[in-house]
């Protein structure tokens, strides 16, 4: 493509998302129609306005990062890399601050600062984010080792662990989100090019979730086990949700201040054996009910589980290792984290089961009072670990959100 079409196909891009900004309903009356539309669009019709989901747009520039408390997205990319052998603390910050300049650009729907693929021409930014995070390999890479957190210790070996190397840590990490496939993979790309000669790729995972309108209303995800998950995660109208979450005031360290933990988690499930089980197996498992997600307890999804409920027949209605049992705060100290995770398929094994599960993202201000007491319990008493396998993990620590003028991870890479 030469550089006037490049310009033009931009130019009818911002005039679309511009269009939408100032006739949002029409945007969202079109939304409906707007795939079979889509398909014989002829070159010369008007442009019309962009249906909701791509006209959507998530800010890249605050207090905390996108992508933490943004409602799930279809399409998830999660990347590690590698610095470069000779790449230092210099070369870090040049490529935070060229893939915070492509983040704010893409986010807002502009093309990409080094020109772009023409992947996501067509397309609003559909949600999209990019999340930058920290393993700990970096700050000895770069000679930042007096800056590392505590936190970023590495996390327990757990005993059923069966983790790949090769797939899990990474001194850097980014996840990106978007409603739209092709605007997922445009900042993934991006993000790639980006860190050539500074960073490679150690390792990459695509996932999904269901996708916006999908429902007749904004429901709960479900899972590929067909369990409604994510009920009782803390909401951010929680009075405690930022101290759950987000690193207080002042860090420790300072430079964390406003920022999270991210623990990462490939998990496969095994569905084979899944699907053999009775639905009521099923729903004994998880201590929730699979066609709404209500606790066995009684009530609907939102209703609170109530752990000593009994039976008719004496039993605990919330069986002592279902998985909502062992994993509730008030049965871990208040250990609480934000999941948001992406399913994930990549195709079938050798013996024909699907290699697909869960790419579980969890959210803290700290891992040691987050995930790291609920995952020792699950280790040792969860009746959902006959059918999972933990495959690769990994910790970041991402920082608070970018300013404006400001890249993610400023204060680190200069303070
Ligand atoms: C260490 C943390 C957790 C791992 C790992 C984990 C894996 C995992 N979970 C499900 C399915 C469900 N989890 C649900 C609730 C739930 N899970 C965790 C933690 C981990 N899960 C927590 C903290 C909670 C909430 C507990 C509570 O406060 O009640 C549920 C129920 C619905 C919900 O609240 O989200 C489901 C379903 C799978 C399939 C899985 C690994 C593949
Ligand atoms: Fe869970």
Do not use: C
């Amino acid at each position: 493509m030469n550089a006037k079409n490049e310009h033009d196909l931009s130019l009818t891009r911002r005039r679309l998302l511009g269009t939408v900004g100032a006739a949002g309903a029409t945007g969202l009356a079109l939304g409906g129609t707007g795939g079979a539309l889509g398909q014989s669009a002829a070159q010369d019709e008007p442009p019309t306005a962009l249906a909701t989901v791509g006209s959507t747009e998530v800010a890249f520039h605050g207090k905390h990062q996108p992508g933490i408390t943004t409602p799930l997205q279809a399409h998830g990319h999660l990347v590690a890399f590698d610095l470069a052998s000779g790449a230092g603390r210099k070369e870090a910050a040049a490529l935070l601050r060229r893939w915070s300049r492509t983040a704010s650009a893409l986010m807002a729907g502009d093309p990409a600062p080094d020109g772009h693929s023409g992947v996501a021409l067509d397309a609003g930014p559909s949600s999209l984010t990019v999340t930058f995070g920290f393993g700990r390999g970096f700050f000895s890479r770069t000679g930042l080792t007096a800056q590392r957190p505590e936190a970023l210790a590495p996390l327990p070996q757990f005993s059923r662990d069966a983790l790949d190397e090769k797939r899990s840590n990474g001194d850097l990490w980014v996840q990106i989100g978007a409603d739209d496939g092709l605007v997922a993979f445009h900042a993934l790309r991006a993000v790639q090019r980006d860190a050539a000669g500074t960073a490679r790729v150690r390792w990459q995972m695509n996932g999904f979730n269901r996708a916006v309108g999908a429902t007749p209303h904004p429901k709960t995800m479900r899972n590929l086990m067909g369990q409604v998950d994510g009920t009782n995660n803390p909401k951010p109208s929680d009075s405690d949700f930022d101290k759950r979450v987000f690193v207080p005031p002042g860090g420790p360290p300072g430079w964390m201040e406003d920022g999270s933990y991210a623990v990462f988690r490939r998990i496969r499930m095994l569905l084979d054996n899944w699907d053999e089980q009775s639905l009521a197996q099923q729903e004994k498992v998880i201590g929730r009910r699979k066609s709404d997600g209500a606790p066995l307890s009684g009530g609907t999804e939102t209703t609170a589980v109530n752990m000593e409920k009994r039976k008719a027949d004496g039993g605990l209605a919330i069986a002592a290792d279902a998985h909502v049992r062992v994993t509730a705060p008030d049965t871990n100290g208040g250990a609480a984290m934000l999941r948001r995770s992406f399913s994930y398929h990549d195709g079938f094994r050798d013996d024909g089961s699907p290699d697909a599960g869960l790419l579980f993202v969890a959210w803290q201000a700290d891992p040691l009072t987050g995930f790291v007491p609920v995952q020792r319990k699950l280790d040792s008493g969860d009746a959902l670990s006959r059918f999972i396998r933990h495959e690769a993990s990994a910790l970041f620590a991402v920082p608070g959100g970018a300013g404006e003028g400001e890249y993610v991870g400023q204060r680190l890479l200069e303070g």
